[in-house]
T-cell receptor
Framework: DVKVTQSSRYLVKRTGEKVFLECVQD?????MFWYRQDPGLGLRLIYF???????EKGDIPEGYSVSREKKERFSLILESASTNQTSMYLC???????????????FGPGTRLTVL | KQEVTQIPAALSVPEGENLVLNCSFT??????LQWFRQDPGKGLTSLLL?????REQTSGRLNASLDKSSGRSTLYIAASQPGDSATYLC???????????FGKGTKLTVNP
């Protein structure tokens, strides 16, 4: 079974702090994704990585950066946390469709971040 | 730009009823369509994935269908149970992209 883990289930930070959210997958997936989920707005893609050190902006990248130094790990960084970044953050991974297989996405349990 | 719509936003049914959840999308050039379940405060669980060349997929009491030409998919749940209560999300992967476009979900409540 594919397993996607996230470093924290709940996190409370103060405005202006630098925040790191970590995601690890154990199935050798090429693709990794960071989403945020807010009531009424649904899931929105923040960043996407299709290979080590490769990244692509999603729909709402402002205020975020990412790092992918190893294939299994994808980090989301809030350089200076703000209250409007309070949200549920979800990580996902999938195989690349270039392999000729389906690129089913598998999700982690989520991190509920509160910025005070 | 691909848009995904799920109607209704919420649905309440008595236990044992068969039900259908709907998903529509605007661009028929999809690679696949995925149905997920989300319990409150949790991540998404993948239920079914239908490739663009397929018409339906089944898993247990769940059956998902795909009609690409009309831009529609349905998720059929047979003999619903209280444990089926959750939010169900539909997402499409457009051809040439690895990314999913999500609907906002249907919140299902199955009453005992």
């Amino acid at each position: 079974d594919v397993k996607v883990t996230q470093s924290s289930r709940y996190l409370v930070k103060r405005t202006g702090e630098k925040v790191f959210l970590e995601c690890v997958q154990d199935m050798d997936h090429e693709n990794m994704f960071w989403y945020r989920q807010d009531p009424g707005l649904g899931l929105r893609l923040i960043y996407f990585s299709y290979d080590v050190k490769m990244k692509e902006k999603g729909d709402i990248p402002e205020g975020y950066s990412v790092s992918r130094e190893k294939k299994e790990r994808f980090s989301l960084i809030l350089e200076s946390a703000s209250t409007n970044q309070t949200s549920m953050y979800l990580c996902a991974s999938s195989l690349s469709s270039r392999r000729g297989t389906n690129n089913e996405q598998f999700f982690g349990p989520g991190t509920r971040l509160t910025v005070l | 730009k691909q848009e995904v719509t799920q109607i209704p936003a919420a649905l309440s049914v008595p236990e044992g009823e068969n039900l259908v959840l709907n998903c529509s999308f605007t661009d028929s050039a999809i690679y696949n369509l995925q149905w997920f379940r989300q319990d409150p405060g949790k991540g998404l669980t993948s239920l079914l994935l239908i490739q663009s060349s397929q018409r339906e997929q089944t898993s247990g009491r769940l059956n998902a269908s795909l009609d690409k030409s009309s831009g529609r998919s349905t998720l059929y749940i047979a003999a619903s149970q209280p444990g089926d209560s959750a939010t169900y999300l539909c997402a499409v992967c457009t051809g040439g992209s690895e990314k999913l476009v999500f609907g906002k979900g249907t919140k299902l409540t199955v009453n005992p």
